[in-house]
């Protein structure tokens, strides 16, 4: 738990350094795979290319690492906010009917709690509320033709 | 002859390198060579899934990366076993011996 935020907060915050970290870390792994193949008897040009190849792609290597990191977040939450947006800009008609559910959703919801505020939770604007009393009478009428 | 490789199973991954690193701290590049050694050259592990599945297993706490000088003197990021690291190994250690023994008795029933 710990070491993931600090992990976390790190490539945050220290972006450049992690990043020269990610691609110090990289090269080191090509240039160790290349030394072994040109100890293996092939030229420099060679070794390099097959390292390459194998490689695959360096940059999809090191999304999947900034991935891993946790490091791509505030980039992935941008990315996804501008997808959203375009969407709904694509097609107006679904996004009118989105916004118009929405707004008279949240309207219903504050015309109630408006309502129920005032009459349920707000205290009677009177000194002293707690001491208000209330008094009922009744007469008790009893018909004296039914009487026996 | 080559030799066939067989691809690793979805996560064996974590399982290897964790026991790789139960042996001491190494690198990337150490750990993905012993790993085929050891092996017989059947397992082989993708430089684009090791170093991912690496930075992983660091955010999860299980190893710890210091940069250290190598063999042939150059800056290299090693990494080492945590004591979360060697718990989460026993742990995996034992669900693949119990998987791998469970599916070998499946296949061998009549």
């Not at chain 1, 092939?42 to 999947?64: H, K, T, W």
């Not at chain 1, 959703?105 to 009393?133: C, E, H, K, W």
């Not at chain 2, 701290?25 to 991912?52: K, N």
Request: hydrophobic share 40%; glycine share 6%.
């Amino acid at each position: 738990m710990l070491s993931s935020l600090r992990i976390r907060l790190r490539s945050l915050f220290r972006r450049a350094r992690v990043e020269q970290e990610l691609d110090d870390e990289l090269r080191f792994h090509m240039d160790q795979q290349a030394e072994k193949y040109m100890h293996a008897g092939m030229s420099r040009e060679e070794a390099l290319r097959c390292v390459r190849l194998e490689f695959g792609g360096i940059e999809q290597v090191r999304e999947d690492c900034r991935d891993a990191l946790g490091v791509s977040f505030p980039e992935s939450l941008a990315q996804d906010l501008r997808y959203g947006l375009r969407m709904l800009a694509k097609s107006p008609a679904f996004t009118a009917v989105i916004i118009l559910t929405l707004a008279l959703g949240i309207g219903a919801n504050t015309a109630i709690f408006t309502l129920v505020d005032a009459v349920m939770m707000r205290s009677i604007p009177v000194r002293d509320p707690q001491q208000l009393v209330v008094a009922q009478w009744s007469a008790r009428y009893r018909s004296c033709l039914n009487s026996k | 002859m080559p030799i066939p490789r067989i691809d690793l199973p979805q996560g064996t991954l974590d399982l290897l390198i964790l026991r790789t690193l139960s042996l001491g701290p190494q690198h990337g590049w150490a750990i993905s060579e012993r790993v085929q050694q050891v092996s017989g050259e059947v397992l082989r592990i993708q430089q684009g899934s090791l170093y991912p599945a690496l930075h992983r297993l660091e955010r999860r706490g299980w190893i710890k990366a210091h940069w250290g000088t190598s063999d042939n003197n150059r800056r290299a990021k090693y990494y080492a076993l945590t004591r979360s690291g060697h718990k989460q190994l026993t742990t995996e250690q034992d669900a693949w011996e119990a998987l791998t023994a469970a599916v070998a008795q499946v296949l061998k029933a009549v």
